[in-house]
Structure formats: structure tokens, C-alpha cells
């Protein structure tokens, strides 16, 4: 496995292998990495000739009040997890080497960027386009894969590349979730035992909002309602917002009659975490009240 | 000559040729094309295998009070001038191809696009560097043309390449004058006969800023006060700016000690029209002053 530090050695490696015919895929992260990253890496093998990892903490994205400098790291243990899910290449370059000629060029994510998360951490996803936009660039034409557990993120980088016309398919993968039901991710180190326990209720309102679609309800505001509720009941949970939403278009879903997007986001203490849950209608709606 | 009007066709046929080993040039346009942009593609052919051209004019880089709706159109014309000079293939794409699945993502030029033609131009070059950034990944790897006339356009994209890791050559040609020494633009149609004579200045006043320079003067606020008193004494023209700027930064340069980008614009009726001129200090700059 090589290990790759500027831009120039992974665009130049990158590029000889697309030359020899071979197709890529390229998982980026920010490092601390968990068996939800594992799970991308392992798909991008199984779809790819070579596979990219990037360990980037990309500071474009944490506002000025976020967790950037406490953001967990240990590059060692990235490093093995990668060469042990069969990564050929693990690009990890600096903070200087990304942005240091950096001129102000950003990349806008547009209105989709202002909604869900949006509204707590409103330049989030200018910063994260900007990055992915530049390790598009970098890995060039190939397949990238993203975790469904960042849902709003998945459907921003979707339409960042369609809409400028980046030569990458975005490939979205599902959720991995702690035996308990916990969604993994690297902020979950944050976390106490009994904040630990407390964050199990954002799954748990999910897994409500599925059943009540299920049996049959169709009213969107009614089951955000419900899991807000939900989650306002955890004495250690503070709620960001619950939300169901289009998949594509991220917009509140007042009746639903496709599948949904149910979306969730709290603190427990100092982290913040999110989660989500693709909901589909029972086949037989009630539709007396149309 | 092939002409293409998709942005799927276009990035297939530009990738095939790419994996055939041959080397991409590519000249963006909006079309209305004189012999400036002829001399983009018969630089482009020399340099490269393949040559592609683009006509398309673009609404974003229009503000609301600008020239869109009235902005010069010739297919035909144009088609003609790309076969002779020997394109090999047009991609001109409606708008609704470009911007059809428009979701509000947006690249930002960053703060060198508030300077020069920023100042009364605010949103255009955010405009060009969304539609550059497209073109970037629609042609792909490649050399890309543009013309020095719009010398800070060529700043700008320059660094949008640079910023997000393009990997695309931008290269600048120089400008191509009329006989008279008017700069070459589809917006000199817009000119009558005496507002044609006036436009003149600024080619003048820049000639003017070069022969101060090469005689000793290095006081930039100097040179550019020279410049715009020039162009303000002309009847017909409204002078929109003239500057005396570092040609990468674009800052104002108080003393010229390296070459200096003299750059002016100013309105002859309807018509915008801009022009600029690299100058380069005398060798023996008298420096008694300092």
C-alpha cells in the first residue's frame, strides 16, 4: 500500500492507472476511521481495480465554534485498517498542501446546503463541496463512495457532480450501525457511558417513525413531530431537529405517498450526532382524507 | 468537423480521444467569433491532437442590467470559422443542457473577482468560473485557451484550476488588434462609427501608460491617474475604471519595480468595453526617491 502526501504524486498515480485501463474507486474521509469506513473501502474493492483512500480533517468545514482542533486523529490505526481492507493507496496530505495557495476559490453547495443540518452549521457544506470538489479533481473520472449515514452530505455531493458535470459516479452505502443500534461514527468517542446510552433514542425514534409509516401513516409533519418528541424525552439528549423529507429534494414532506427520508440530529453532551432512516409507505394508504 | 450539443457526448467523445493517447485543446467561447478567438484555435491546433471548441453564452456570467438578451449570435458564422481554422469538433449546448438540472450550486471566484471589472460587475466572475468549471470537467484533461484581453478572467481562472486541483493547462494568447489597435470583441458590433473612433483611447492611453514606464515613471497611482484622465477627456466614453496592478494578484501597485498589468474599461454608448497591456519598468529606474 502506498502512501501518497501531495496533490501531484496521487493526480499523477491516479491518472497512470486510469491510462492502464484500470477503474478506481476513492473513499474519502477525515480519518478515524470506523467499520462504517471499512464498509466503503471493502465496497470500492469489490467494484474496482484500485482502490484510493484519502485521511484528510478538512478544516473548510467545522465552523469557528466546532470541534476541528479536538477532532479525533490516529493515522497508525487508519493506516492499518486500510491496508487491511486492501486499499492500494492512502492519500494524506496536509492542511498547507490542500489549501495552501488558496486563493478564496469555494465551491456553493446552493439552497439544498441551507436545510437540515444547514441550519445549525450554515457553511458545512460549502466546505465540504469544496474539498470533495478538489478530490474529485485529484482521483478524477471514478467511482466514489459515500456513507448513507451522512445523508444530507450524500445528496449535496450528488448534486455537486451532476451539476458541474464532474466524470464521478457517486456510489452511497448503508448505515453501520454498533450492535446496539448506535449509527458509528468517529464522534461517538466523545461520548460517556451514560450519553452513550442516551444517544440510542435517535435510532429508537426512527425505528418508531418506520413502524407508524408502516401501519400507516402518511402525515409528515405528524411523524417528525413524533420523533422530536421522542428525542426531547431523553433527559441527556438536546435536539437539533427531526425531519421527513424528500430523499432528493430535502424538502419537508407533508403527505407521504413515495419513500421518505426520516433524518435526525442531537447533541449528548459536547457531540453532535445524526442519523436517518429511509421510510417507505404501506402499500395501502389510507386515502379517505384526499 | 463534429457538432455536438450534449454535455454526455461531449465528455464521451473528448474521453475516447483521451484513451487513444491524444492530447486535448480546448477553446471556450460564446460564440460571435473574430479573429481573436480564430487565433485561440489555430494556437490550440498547434499544440495539440485534438481540437474542441465551445459555443455558448452563458446567463450566469450576465448581470440582471447587462447585455444577454442582446449579446451578438452567428452559429452559422461560427461554425464556418471553427471548421477553417481547423476545430474538430463544436460542443454548443443549449442552456437548458448546461443549467436544466440547476440545483444553486455555484463555484465562487473568491476575492480577486471584486477587483477591476468586479467593482460594477459583481457577480460575473462567479458566473464565468461556474461555467469554466463545468467546461474543466465536460473536456477533461486537457490544455484550455483563453484570450489575454481579459486579463483578469485569466487571473481568475488560473486560479480556479490551481485552487481545486484541475487538471487542465490554462494557457493565455495575446491580444488580437484590429489594424487600428481596437482589441478584437464580439461586443465592438455594438459600436456606431464615432463611438468606434472614441474607443480608441484605450488602447491609446495604455501605449501612453507604456511610454511613461519605459521613460522612468514607476509611480502606479500616477500611471493610472495619467490613464483615466486620458480616457475622461474623450467625449464618447464614460470611463469605468483604469488601474496599474500587480498581473497575479491583482492589487494596486504603488511602485512598479516588476511588470505591471495597466488595465482600463469604459462605456462608448451601450458597449463595455475593456482593453490592457503588460508594461515593464525601465532597467535603470531611478530609485534616488526611496
Not at 474539498?131 to 451522512?150: E, H, P, S, T, W
Not at 405528524?222 to 427531526?242: F, K, T
Not at 440530529?265 to 445524526?274: E, Q, V
Request: some cysteine; overall charge negative; charged content about 25%.
Amino acid at each position: 500500500m502506498r502512501i501518497l502526501a501531495t496533490v501531484a504524486d496521487a493526480q499523477r498515480m491516479f491518472e497512470k492507472e486510469r491510462e492502464a485501463g484500470r477503474r478506481i474507486g476513492f473513499v474519502p474521509t477525515m480519518g478515524y476511521l470506523h467499520e462504517g469506513h471499512a464498509s466503503l473501502v471493502r465496497r470500492a474493492r469489490a467494484d474496482n481495480d484500485i482502490v484510493g483512500v484519502s485521511i484528510f480533517v478538512n478544516p473548510l468545514q467545522f465552523g469557528a465554534n466546532e470541534d476541528l482542533s479536538a477532532y479525533p486523529r490516529d493515522l497508525d490505526r487508519d493506516l492499518d485498517i486500510c491496508e487491511r481492507e486492501g486499499a492500494d493507496v492512502v492519500f494524506a496530505p496536509g492542511t498547507e498542501e490542500m489549501y495552501g495557495t488558496d486563493t478564496g476559490v469555494r465551491v456553493s453547495a446552493g439552497p439544498m446546503a441551507t436545510k437540515l443540518c444547514g441550519r445549525t452549521r450554515p457553511e458545512h457544506f460549502d466546505g465540504v463541496v469544496t474539498v470533495v470538489a478538489k478530490l474529485f479533481n485529484i482521483a478524477g473520472a471514478c467511482r466514489m463512495y459515500f456513507g448513507q449515514k451522512d445523508a444530507q452530505q450524500l445528496v449535496v455531493i450528488r448534486n455537486l457532480a451532476r451539476a458541474l458535470n464532474f466524470p464521478v459516479e457517486v456510489v452511497g452505502c448503508p448505515i453501520v450501525r454498533e450492535s446496539d443500534g448506535l449509527a458509528m461514527s468517529s464522534r461517538n468517542v466523545y461520548l460517556n457511558d451514560d450519553q452513550r446510552r442516551s444517544a440510542l433514542v435517535l435510532k429508537r425514534s426512527l425505528d418508531a417513525a418506520a413502524v407508524a409509516v408502516a401501519e400507516g401513516e402518511s402525515d409528515g409533519r405528524r411523524i417528525a413531530e413524533m420523533m422530536a418528541a421522542q428525542i426531547s424525552c431523553e433527559p441527556l439528549a438536546r435536539l437539533d431537529y427531526a425531519a421527513c423529507v424528500d430523499p432528493e429534494t430535502l424538502d419537508d414532506l407533508e403527505r407521504l405517498d413515495v419513500p421518505a427520508l426520516c433524518a435526525v440530529a442531537a447533541w449528548f453532551g459536547s457531540a453532535r450526532l445524526i442519523d436517518n432512516m429511509t421510510v417507505t409507505p404501506a402499500r395501502g394508504i389510507d386515502r379517505r382524507d384526499d
